[in-house]
């Protein structure tokens, strides 16, 4: 039970970080409003209506709804498979945390706001990555860890 306590914990700090600095940028920054900090990256307000990268980005739309749905049952499966976890993967429980915690600071976006607030965008010469936040950040790193736990289980030779 400790052990699920400190990946839920983990989940609740990268909410807590996730919503933090997204009310930061809603109450300093203004719609598409641009803070050059370096050559490379940028402060910038962005709302994004769609998944990741802006896919299906159209405000008003049934995505919204579809992805809150989505968010919650895959925050459901993540809860209980955390419960199943065995004390021998602990690159899976933080696979698990991080995507749980990156999972409902967007999910908190999508049902306060109808949008996720985007604010960190890097650029370099033509090159520009769609804005992201924290919760991004969690998702995507959770999603690494989650595959290296796979792959390091397919390479794991046969129990007898």
């Known amino acids: 039970m400790t052990r699920v306590l400190f990946y839920l914990g983990l989940a609740g700090l ?3 970080a996730d919503q933090a600095s997204k009310a930061v940028v809603v109450a300093e920054l203004d719609l598409y409003q ?3 900090v370096l050559p490379f990256f ?4 962005a709302h994004n209506y769609g998944a990741a990268f802006s896919l299906f980005d159209t405000p008003g739309g ?3 709804w579809f992805f809150v749905v989505l968010a919650v049952g895959f925050a459901g499966f993540i809860g209980y ?3 199943r976890l065995p004390p021998s993967e602990p690159l899976l429980g933080w696979a ?3 995507v749980l915690g990156g999972a409902i600071g967007n999910l908190i976006d999508r049902v306060v706001h ?3 607030v985007d604010f960190l965008y890097f650029n370099y010469g033509g090159w520009d990555f769609p804005a992201f936040n924290v919760a991004d950040t969690a998702l995507s790193i959770g999603a690494a860890l989650w595959i290296l736990s796979m792959v390091l289980e397919m ?4 129990e007898s």
Do not use: F, K, M, T
Not at 42 to 45: A, G
Not at 155 to 158: E, I, T
């Open 96 to 98: 698990y945390g991080l």
């Open 42 to 45: 940028s402060w910038v307000r």
């Open 114 to 116: 109808g949008y996720v």
């Open 34 to 36: 641009r803070i050059d």
């Open 81 to 83: 498979e955390l419960r």
């Open 14 to 16: 990268i909410v807590i």
């Open 62 to 64: 049934i995505q919204r």
């Open 155 to 158: 390479r794991r030779p046969a």
